[in-house]
Nanobody, 126 residues
Framework: QVQLVESGGGLAQAGGSLRLSCAVS????????MGWFRQAPGKEREFVAA????????YYADSVKGRFAISRDNAKNTVYLQMNSLEPEDTAVYYC???????????????????WGRGTQVTVSS
């Protein structure tokens, strides 16, 4: 099992920045990749960014490319999402997620994630 706890959400003005953290505990050695997702009111959850636990390869949704950066600190078992040039459209609950390797079915970026945090609210005012 893997446990995920997000933090760092809050209120920001358009054009501002926030950094989200995701503390990872449990069977961290079993993690293949980590991801950030978000869900705005009345909308479906959408993918934001992903990072390989080993090697640090990253992947981004087009909507955040160039503005957001995902990183990880393996020594601290923490994944970060640095969000710059925030827009009101970035307002959502942000979730981190983790996935173990799936053998020959392992893909990049991952299609499904097994473990989820409870989320942290990000609100961007115009």
């Amino acid at each position: 099992q893997v446990q995920l706890v997000e933090s760092g959400g809050g209120l920001a003005q358009a054009g501002g920045s926030l950094r989200l953290s995701c503390a990872v505990s449990g069977r961290t050695f079993s993690i293949y990749a980590m991801g950030w997702f978000r869900q705005a009111p009345g909308k479906e959850r959408e993918f934001v960014a992903a990072i390989r636990w080993s090697g640090g390869i990253t992947y981004y949704a087009d909507s955040v490319k160039g503005r957001f950066a995902i990183s990880r600190d393996n020594a601290k078992n923490t994944v970060y999402l640095q969000m710059n040039s925030l827009e009101p459209e970035d307002t959502a609950v942000y979730y981190c997620a983790a996935v173990p390797p799936r053998g020959y079915k392992t893909t990049w970026p991952p299609i499904e994630y097994d473990y989820w945090g409870r989320g942290t609210q990000v609100t961007v005012s115009s």
